[in-house]
């Protein structure tokens, strides 16, 4: 049996489940239009409506105050390439075969997986994107090319689309560019890269020039557009932040206090047995990657990361004001979500690219109109392999796939149903973690890891500090995850 048919055959049971459990008590959402919001590298605990006490955030907090605010959302993987796969699919990194940045999408892919502006542009969907969908399009060439129309971003080679809707002036930088090396590869160009990410502040330039906003400015010009003709529409927006590097408008920056930003949870001292403890005292990837930050950086640092929340969440109110305005609001699907999360010196951590809560846990609100549980929040976990199957039970239409998510259109109507055991990531190398109401259980079987297994009480240690995989008192308890990791993710499905 080819990996195909394997990958059907395991999912199939699951799918069929997922459809016995269609939601009653939803509206007719078989016509409704998608608007997709996906920002980079967020901290899910950064928001107001997560309740984050500092960072000013009101346009998703009132958007969430209507939606149904998922606490316990999930990854995939912890990074962008594999992450994106995984929800654009609703097949897990193991089956899509993409578990790194470096993977080439469609090198990758099993013959036949369709991805979901595949899957809705075969169902009559116009479908536009503007920035960032998939990794890169020249991994994604095929599945770029369905789209009708393309903004704000590379096009794949032969794309005959219509050109920009908006124009917009060249960017006059307030200081001089910093232009990459010739060659796009060598030491030299892996130097330029690194200090590019690797620093924070004022971008120097104002918000209307920066192209997050001018993304913000093409969505509310296409949702207009939209509103005249009635197509049904599938729309992507992108916002790079907070992605590093970590700059902002200036009056972003300014609305923070670096001397107000308290020091982050899990000092080094805390922590017992850590997997990670050489970056733990090393440097970190994208940003303060030569060494750990001092503590006037740490609170410069996470004030900037703030900022640039702020700046994403003015965005993000741009279009929210557009949809509703149009009238769009009342027959439009509105996803949001990052596509993986981000340290802010957790662990002395900054970035991504581990195992632990920061990385795997997301920022995912969703709002279908007239959904009964919208302005609740769900505590019930969810995982992005989720989303296709749902917008499938949504919409009425076939995924294709061997779908390895499941539908969790049942808790738009009711947030509080039980649902899922546990959650599942991967990092790529062959190192996993399950994590369930209590523990997170993580098995590195690269090698890479200081430890060959963790164990953290998260009712006692949220914040996975001490590592008591080898305790006898939890014997059992690391027994049973282990059994819970190996068996997948069927052994976690709502019952």
Not at 32 to 43: A, S, T, Y
Not at 77 to 93: D, I
Not at 259 to 275: D, G, T
Request: aromatic residues 10%; positive net charge; proline residues 8%.
């Amino acid at each position: 049996m080819n990996t195909r048919s394997l990958v059907l055959a395991g999912a199939l049971a699951a799918l069929l489940a997922a459809g016995a459990r269609a939601a009653d008590g939803l509206p007719d959402t078989s016509k409704m239009n998608v608007l997709l919001i996906d920002i980079e590298d967020c901290n899910a605990g950064v928001w107001g409506c997560y309740g984050n006490e500092i960072c000013k955030t009101p346009n998703l907090d009132r958007f969430a105050a209507g939606a149904v605010r998922f606490e316990s959302a999930y990854c995939q993987a912890f990074c962008c390439n594999p992450t994106r796969t995984s929800f654009l699919t609703g097949l897990r990194p193991p089956s899509t075969r993409v578990l790194s940045n470096g993977d080439v999408m469609n090198k990758h892919l099993p013959a036949g997986v369709l991805t979901l502006p595949e899957m809705l542009k075969s169902q009559g969907f116009y479908t536009a994107d503007i920035g960032k969908l998939f990794h890169t399009v020249d991994y994604a060439e095929r599945q770029m090319a369905t789209f009708d129309r393309i903004e704000l971003y590379d096009k794949p080679a032969g794309w005959k689309g219509p050109g920009p809707i908006l124009t917009f002036p060249p960017v006059a930088r307030a200081r001089a560019a910093n232009p990459p090396p010739p060659k796009s590869k060598g030491k030299e160009f892996a130097t330029w890269r690194r200090k590019q990410s690797d620093r924070y502040g004022d971008s120097g330039i104002p918000a209307e020039q920066d192209g997050d906003y001018r993304k913000a400015q093409v969505a509310s010009a296409l949702l207009k557009e939209f509103a005249k003709s009635k197509k049904q529409f599938f729309l992507a927006v992108a916002q790079s932040r907070p992605h590093t590097p970590l700059i902002a408008p200036k009056k972003y920056i300014e609305m923070y206090d670096p001397a107000k930003i308290p020091e982050p949870p899990a000092p080094l001292a805390s922590l017992k047995k850590f997997p990670y403890m050489k970056r733990a005292t090393g440097g970190n990837p994208d940003i303060f990657t030569q060494q750990q930050p001092t503590p006037q950086q740490v609170r410069e640092a996470i004030a900037a990361y703030y900022a640039c929340v702020s700046f994403v969440d003015d965005n993000v109110g741009m279009i929210l004001d557009t949809l509703a305005q149009e009238g769009l609001d009342k027959n439009t699907i509105v996803i949001f979500l990052g596509d993986h999360g981000f340290h802010l010196g957790d662990h002395q951590f900054w970035s991504k690219y581990s195992m632990l809560e920061a990385t795997r846990r997301v920022v995912f609100i969703v709002r279908v109109p007239g959904a009964p549980a919208n302005g609740q929040a769900c505590r019930e976990f969810v995982e992005f392999v989720d989303i296709v199957p749902t917008l499938a039970d949504l919409l009425k239409f076939d995924a294709k796939n061997a779908l390895e998510g499941t539908s969790f259109a049942p808790l738009l109507v009711n947030a509080a149903r039980p649902w899922k055991r546990a959650v599942f990531m991967t990092d790529g190398n062959g190192d996993n973690v399950v994590r369930t109401r209590q523990y997170s259980y993580l098995e590195f079987k690269s090698g890479k890891a200081d430890v060959p297994t963790a164990l953290y009480d998260l009712q006692r240690d949220p914040w996975e500090t001490v590592n008591v995989a080898d305790d006898p008192a939890y014997a059992a308890a690391r027994k049973e995850l282990a059994e819970l990791l190996h068996g997948g993710w069927k052994a976690a499905l709502p019952k």
